[in-house]
């Protein structure tokens, strides 16, 4: 304990450390403080002419000393927000007695360190993080959308996508948060597209036409896989902008098929149909060939598209194309020749779009099939001989 005279000493001495001492011991002593009110408010005073102290030291040891608490004195903690640097940002990262009139009101300053340590406080509330996020500093935007904590309006998210969707750090930031708006998401991802298109790297190892159907086949995926998880909450709005945008089309209803999306695909033709969606799913598990034709007709399919859109409906009852890669290459490499079949191998120019995506998938999905059979083959059987002992046989070339 220091009695109040050795506390008067500190407070009068020409030693920085030792009025420091002294501003720290005011500093506990108001916000332990219990008795009578004439004390409270002499130990307040005492705080307020700590304030007019010459030394940053001493100023600094009254700021840490009431920094984290949420009765120090709101006067005192805003003069020490305009004080020295090292103190202000200080205040201004952690004291919780600030409100967020007081935080807008920095922000208006436009000091740029201090703008940073405001992202850092514990809590930080939705009206101060969205002043931040408007002010078009990338670096703000990517420490704002890097708390978790903070839920941000779909619409603002939006804008903000569709701001730096060209900047691959805010991108970055923004296709981390969970709550991130699907139609957003999608338009990050196709500028994902473009920006790999460009890059010199990557054009210069991948064939141009490869590219293309590489990155058409992986947009289309992460289209039908965003798809999936907006449905999966409930939120309609993703197939209204798609459905708006005309991105929904036999290849992308393919798709979501093939690949087990089928919240995506059901919210789809609920939305193109006008059909409610229980009702949809309900012709999606048992409704007959002419359910489904009638269902995608209404829709807006040509005769052609609805008749495989069937076909395929028929064969994923009986596949589980959600986890099971063999089981799409199955029903795809079926499909593709029942198509050769039925149209004796002369396919009308209405299914050629939809064959071509068949065989580039039937090949994509051979490929991920087939990883990984050899050596669970060989692990099964380590002693069965590949080939023949072709040791004693002499080889001979052709003569040149």
């Given at each position: 304990m220091?009695?109040?005279?050795?506390?008067?000493?500190?407070?009068?001495?020409?030693d920085?450390?030792?009025?420091?001492?002294?501003?720290?011991?005011?500093?506990?002593?108001?916000?332990?403080?219990?008795?009578?009110?004439?004390?409270?408010?002499?130990?307040?005073?005492a705080?307020?002419n700590?304030?007019?102290?010459?030394?940053v030291?001493?100023?600094a040891?009254?700021?840490?000393?009431?920094?984290?608490?949420?009765?120090?004195?709101?006067?005192?903690?805003?003069?020490?927000?305009?004080?020295?640097?090292?103190i202000s940002?200080?205040?201004?990262?952690?004291?919780?007695?600030?409100?967020?009139?007081?935080?807008?009101?920095?922000?208006?300053?436009?000091?740029?360190?201090?703008?940073?340590?405001?992202?850092a406080?514990p809590?930080?509330s939705?009206?101060v993080?969205?002043?931040l996020?408007?002010?078009g500093?990338?670096d703000?935007?990517?420490?704002?959308?890097?708390?978790?904590?903070?839920?941000?309006?779909?619409?603002?998210?939006?804008?903000?996508?569709e701001?730096?969707?060209?900047?691959?750090?805010?991108?970055?930031?923004?296709?981390?948060?969970?709550?991130?708006?699907?139609?957003?998401?999608?338009?990050?991802?196709?500028?994902?597209?473009q920006?790999?298109?460009?890059?010199?790297?990557?054009?210069?190892?991948?064939?141009?036409?490869?590219l293309?159907?590489?990155?058409?086949?992986?947009?289309?995926?992460?289209?039908t896989?965003?798809?999936?998880?907006?449905?999966?909450?409930?939120?309609?709005?993703?197939?209204a902008?798609m459905?708006?945008?005309?991105?929904?089309?036999?290849?992308?209803m393919?798709?979501?098929?093939?690949?087990?999306?089928?919240?995506?695909?059901?919210?789809?033709?609920?939305?193109?149909?006008?059909?409610?969606?229980?009702?949809v799913?309900?012709?999606?598990?048992?409704g007959?060939?002419?359910?489904?034709?009638a269902?995608?007709?209404?829709?807006?399919?040509?005769p052609a598209t609805?008749s495989?859109l069937?076909?395929?409906?028929?064969h994923?009852?009986?596949?589980?194309?959600a986890?099971d890669?063999?089981a799409?290459h199955?029903?795809?490499?079926?499909?593709i020749?029942?198509?050769?079949?039925?149209?004796?191998?002369?396919?009308?120019?209405s299914?050629?779009?939809?064959?071509?995506y068949?065989?580039?998938?039937?090949?994509?999905l051979?490929?991920?099939?087939?990883?990984?059979?050899?050596?669970?083959?060989?692990?099964?059987?380590?002693?069965?001989?590949?080939?023949p002992?072709?040791?004693?046989?002499?080889?001979?070339?052709?003569a040149?």
């Amino acid at each position: 304990m220091v009695a109040y005279q050795r506390y008067v000493q500190l407070c009068q001495s020409r030693d920085s450390e030792q009025r420091g001492q002294a501003a720290h011991l005011a500093a506990m002593a108001y916000l332990a403080h219990r008795g009578p009110a004439d004390e409270q408010a002499a130990l307040y005073a005492a705080l307020m002419n700590f304030l007019d102290d010459p030394s940053v030291k001493v100023r600094a040891a009254l700021a840490y000393g009431l920094l984290h608490s949420e009765n120090a004195p709101r006067p005192i903690m805003l003069a020490l927000a305009q004080d020295a640097p090292v103190i202000s940002r200080a205040v201004v990262q952690f004291s919780p007695v600030l409100l967020d009139a007081d935080l807008v009101g920095i922000i208006r300053s436009g000091d740029p360190d201090m703008l940073a340590v405001m992202t850092a406080r514990p809590t930080l509330s939705q009206r101060v993080a969205l002043t931040l996020t408007r002010l078009g500093e990338p670096d703000l935007c990517i420490r704002v959308l890097g708390r978790a904590d903070i839920a941000l309006p779909e619409d603002d998210l939006a804008l903000l996508a569709e701001k730096w969707g060209e900047d691959a750090k805010v991108r970055g930031a923004l296709l981390k948060r969970r709550d991130l708006p699907g139609f957003a998401r999608l338009h990050l991802v196709e500028c994902v597209r473009q920006a790999l298109l460009g890059l010199r790297i990557v054009k210069g190892a991948v064939q141009p036409r490869r590219l293309d159907r590489v990155l058409r086949d992986a947009c289309d995926t992460a289209t039908t896989t965003i798809g999936e998880r907006e449905a999966g909450r409930g939120a309609r709005s993703y197939v209204a902008a798609m459905s708006e945008g005309e991105k929904i089309n036999a290849r992308l209803m393919l798709h979501a098929m093939v690949h087990g999306h089928v919240l995506f695909f059901a919210d789809a033709l609920s939305h193109l149909s006008a059909t409610p969606r229980a009702k949809v799913f309900t012709l999606l598990d048992g409704g007959s060939r002419a359910a489904l034709h009638a269902l995608f007709a209404r829709c807006g399919f040509t005769p052609a598209t609805r008749s495989l859109l069937a076909r395929l409906v028929a064969h994923a009852r009986r596949a589980d194309l959600a986890d099971d890669v063999a089981a799409r290459h199955y029903v795809v490499s079926l499909l593709i020749e029942e198509l050769i079949v039925e149209h004796n191998g002369a396919l009308p120019p209405s299914l050629e779009e939809s064959f071509a995506y068949l065989n580039e998938q039937n090949i994509a999905l051979a490929r991920s099939a087939a990883r990984g059979v050899m050596p669970a083959f060989a692990a099964e059987s380590p002693d069965e001989v590949m080939v023949p002992d072709l040791r004693e046989e002499r080889l001979a070339l052709p003569a040149a």
